[in-house]
């Protein structure tokens, strides 16, 4: 039979599942002869029971709070019900699987009504019974009815003003006066407060359950991803109380700084109140230091349970009390909330103390705090206070603050003159590079998280906020608009990339710096993980910033964004439009120059690192122009007539560009292309041979659908490349030439594919794309309706859809090591950074991950987890 109730001593903290945090832990507290009032904890299970069956509370929990209670009573001496002087009031509070602090509710000094206030006054004080009473009445308002705490504290302060003094002075009569008051209140919202305590208990503990479902902690599930079907746990324990005299009190304490990580005990206490008050903020507490002096034993004793609490977690603990007349109690403890910089100070800390391992201080770290150590964030306590404009796709972490512009030209010309500014686009174009370089941070009203604007704003590091739907952008007029709210061009925007939200006016931002710390926790993931960690980049400054984070290897670095430069994109599109032989090889001429010069600098910077370098990927229609004043122009240029170059961009144009002609197509239909760039590749590479450094050239093909495309492209290339050599009077070298496997079709034929391929890398972002029928590029408009709906549980472009795309991967790993056992195989698309998805990676055989440069250190760490989770697992 089912067990819905556990007393305090029948659990333990193995069990948070089922007891949630607060009760696991009251549970594993009471075990460790720690001074916890007693109590019991109904379950998580019951939580999701109750609001799926309507009559599971009557059938299934009833009897069993009843028997709960009677047994509290045997423990305490005290009782629920009845008037006798020995009261036992009892608080209800939720507990969660996962903390959420202050997402969920709590009622305390349950158990009171009239006369038991009465009685407790006799037993007391006046100001005490009612001031509990008083408590008891507006909390139970809020929880269990809705109604809003602040009408209780201003029929309170209106009581005190026609009294002429303080509640504490009040008389037995202005006391009940008051609570009479209090009751209207309920009547006014066509309720009433329950004089039967069972009453109170039972309809408190069905509010708690239902707390479950409330806006905010609904809200806070899905910022910090926790599911919605775990429930919340219902904690019944009896009351001890802080505000009982000047030598009672309570109080909220870490055994280390949240802040920074430092140890010593940080936090508050406050003398003659109870729990809420110290979080409400209604009075100012004391350091917890300042209770050494107040209270020498309590201060001691609760020095002696914090140091033996975090040895027994082995983490840093909050940890709440209450000192009731002398007396300290232990109220609840759990692992600390902390920035991502205390959390790398505390985990190597404990390291050095002894108390955990380096494996385990490895897996304490999300990959995800990397980024606040690596990116700006926003000033806490600005945040605040901030307006926010929107809410857009979190595609690219970091946090800044400028002039809004809605044109790359006008960013340049502002960053120039030394001016910070955000580029605000309906979505951004290879063209828009310029722009996007020197801008503070990236935001587009359309577009998903593989969309332009994000693929680059991750490789450059720069913040970035994508298909942000909310927002009415006129680049013509240079307004944007939300709601009511319109800003034009110069108004100052604060865009925060990690969480998506736009806030209006100037945020300060500050950087998290903890470089030897991060380096050392990285340094032991590198020796935890399996699967090795390279980076999408060709820049030379997005290559150093990879190097700089400890990248393995380069896993893709895309050829067409080396032609957008001013002179590149002339010669490019002279290319693209000529008209004969001539202009072709004048072209290919002045291109191989500038591509030598790249790849040669390329070589030159990542040095003995692996690097693999993808061929001309894009159709040739988004090298072009499209404004007319742009096309006058290049007509100029290249000496052509403009109505027929307009006539020939249209004739290029592509109705759906993503399945037309481009990557191994282009190949095959202009081999001069490829043949151009891999001359650039091995005329760099022989050079730097001859300086010294030895080059292994990996060339990828991209776009791969059928074995005789791969096959084509790789003899012709294969061939010139034996030319090369001959040509450079050279002996020949190593190299490899791989495809990177994008299409469903590709996978399914990768035992064919590895007959000829070196090396496989797997393009998520494609894969995907062909896979669902969605484009990356406008999944902003339905995706967030689709994960609100619970169609998708996330975004598929941002973690790997295992049950689809992850069985089409999986199946090109199993043919193509059939073929070639030690075949390297990589992941070079945008989910390849993600920590979500990196343990599935490992599990199918892949390699390496391949991610933008500053995602590195997170993926550095996030790879190391996952084997240390397998290896957990397989143990």
Known sequence: MTQFIYSFEEGNADQNALLGGKGANLAEMTNLGLPVPPGFTITTESCIRFLNEPYFFESHLKTGILEAVDQLEKKTQKYFSGNDQALLLVSVRSGAKFSMPGMMDTILNLGLNDLRTQTLAQATNLDFAYNCYRRLMQMFADVVYGIPK???????LFFEKNAGKSVKDFTLEEHQALIDQYKQLYYEHHQTFPQSPKEQLFTAIKAVFRSWNNPRAQVYRE??????????????????????????????????????????????????????????????????????????????????????????????????????????????????????????????????????????????????????????????????????????????????TGQIVFSAKEAKRLHEAGIKVILVRHETSPEDIEGMIVSQAIVTSHGGMTSHAAVVARGMGTCCVAGCEALRIDEEAKTLQCGEIILGQGDILSVDGSTGLIYLGQLSTVLVENDQELEQLLTWADQAAQLKVRANAETISDLQTAIQFGVQGIGLARTEHMFFGQERIIEMRRLILAENPLEVKAALKKLLEFQSQDFYQMFQTVGQLPMIIRLLDPPMHEFLPKEEQEIQFLAQTLQKNPVKLTHQIKQLQESNPMLGHRGCRLGITQPDVYKMQVEAIFSSAIRLQQEGLTIRPEIMIPLIAEKAELTYIKDYLVNFIDQLFTKYQIQPFPYDIGT?????????????????????????????????????????????????????????????????????????????????????????????????????FQEIGVNYVSCSPYRVPAARLAVAQANLLKQEETK
């Open 223 to 400: 910022l910090n991803q926790i599911p919605d079907d775990l429930g919340t746990a219902v904690n019944v324990q009896a009351m001890v109380f802080g505000n009982s005299d000047q030598q009672s009190g309570t109080g909220v304490v870490f055994t280390r700084n949240p802040a920074n990580g430092q140890k010593g005990l940080f936090g508050e206490f406050l003398l003659q109140a109870q729990g809420e008050d110290v979080v409400a903020g209604i009075r100012t507490p004391e350091p917890i230091q300042a209770l050494e002096e107040k209270m020498p034993q309590a201060y001691a004793d609760f020095l002696s349970y914090a140091q033996k609490l975090e040895e027994h977690y082995k983490d840093m603990q909050d940890i709440e009390f209450t000192i009731e007349k002398g007396k300290l109690y232990i109220l609840q403890t759990r692992n600390g909330k902390r920035t991502a910089k205390a959390a790398l100070k505390i985990a190597l800390d404990l390291v050095e103390e002894g108390i955990i391992s380096q494996n385990t201080a490895l897996l304490r770290i999300q990959p995800a705090a990397i980024n606040q150590l690596i990116h700006p964030v926003f000033d806490e306590e600005q945040l605040q206070t901030a307006s926010v404009l929107a809410q857009g796709l979190p595609a690219s972490p970091g946090a800044a």
């Open 150 to 156: 602040e009408d209780f504290d201003q029929l309170l």
């Open 740 to 840: 990177m496997i994008e299409l469903p079709r590709a996978c399914l034929i990768a035992d064919q594919l590895a007959q000829d391929a070196d090396f496989f890398s797997f393009g998520t972002n494609d894969l995907t794309q062909m896979t669902y029928g969605f484009s990356r590029d406008d999944i902003g408009k339905f995706i967030p309706s689709y994960t609100d709906k619970n169609i998708l549980a996330v975004d598929p472009f941002q973690s790997v859809d295992r049950q689809g795309v992850g069985i089409l991967m999986s199946l090109a790993v199993q043919k193509a090591r059939q073929i070639k056992p030690d075949l390297t195989i990589g992941i070079c698309g945008e989910v390849g950074g993600d920590p979500d998805s990196i343990p599935f």
